[in-house]
């Protein structure tokens, strides 16, 4: 499923059933922002691996297109996956993308609903696992999911957040790795390669896409309200919620990927 090296622009486009092509443009397009994307997908799996082994049941956690249950699957073959999500354009391609893998399910729920994990197919899970995306909801819905997912973790397993922590207490490190980050995308758009807004400008007026992008901005509008607390906050509130462990295992100077021991 992963193509390596190649750079999506404007003039290369996915288009309608070619659900390879919208994984590959949505992972360019996401790299755009995260350089270190696959190096941190790779931490992940290896401590999948380490405290889990290599035939997880996991649960993909606001799945997007499916960027981890992919990874998941190509690394452990045993392994099964649920992706559960809200965005119907994404899911859409999800649901393309593993349509005749009987080790994939996909669910439909709003992770803020109480009720969103009486949807899945298990009650617990070796590995939860989540990527650049919990940074939409606000610290008090995100404790509280943090809550349900210790419910749902197994004694011994894991759930790992891989997502934006910044730092508070260091504001000068903060905004000159962010001036650097913006000038190296900047320069890269002059180039050509597709952002965030443009690549859901291609979906907007893609013939398979463009009802389900128009559901999605009807759901999310242009970009959800969040928080993005440090590290320190979601290790906190991991113990305090019933996860017996949690710490960074991995970090850039713009992300940190969180781990979490039942």
């Known amino acids: 499923m992963l193509t390596e090296g190649l ?66 699957l190509a690394r452990f073959p045993e392994a099964n996956s649920t992706g559960v999500d809200l965005d119907p354009a994404l899911l859409t391609i999800a649901e ?7 080790r994939v399910t996909l669910v439909t729920a709003d992770l803020t609903d109480p009720e969103w994990v009486t949807r899945l197919p298990y009650d617990s899970y ?39 922590m910044p730092d508070p207490a260091t504001p000068r490190i903060n905004a000159a790795e962010s001036a650097h980050r913006h000038a190296r995308m900047e320069q890269a758009k002059k180039d050509g390669v597709l952002d965030w807004k443009e690549w859901w400008r291609l979906a907007a007026e893609d013939p398979v896409l463009a009802e389900p992008t128009a559901r999605r901005f009807e759901i999310y509008g242009d970009h959800a309200d969040g928080e993005m607390p440090p590290a320190a906050w979601h290790a906190r509130v991991l113990r305090e919620k019933g996860f017996a462990e949690a710490r960074p295992v991995w970090c850039s100077p713009s992300d940190t990927l969180l781990l979490a021991l039942k």
């Open 126 to 164: 070796d590995a939860v696992l989540t990527a650049t995306a919990l940074h939409w909801l606000r610290a008090e819905p995100l404790a509280a999911l943090y809550g349900r997912l210790a419910g749902l973790v197994r004694d011994g397993g894991v759930f790992m957040n891989a997502d934006h």
């Open 96 to 102: 393309g993308t593993f349509a005749d893998d009987p």
């Open 7 to 72: 750079t999506l622009t404007t003039s290369t486009r996915p288009i309608g059933t070619d659900w390879h092509a919208w994984q590959e443009s949505w992972d360019r397009q996401q790299e755009w922002y995260l350089p270190d994307r696959e190096e941190r997908f790779g931490v992940m799996l290896d401590m999948v691996e380490a405290l889990v082994g290599t035939a997880p049941r996991v649960l993909d956690l606001a799945c997007g297109t499916g960027s981890i249950t992919a990874r998941v």
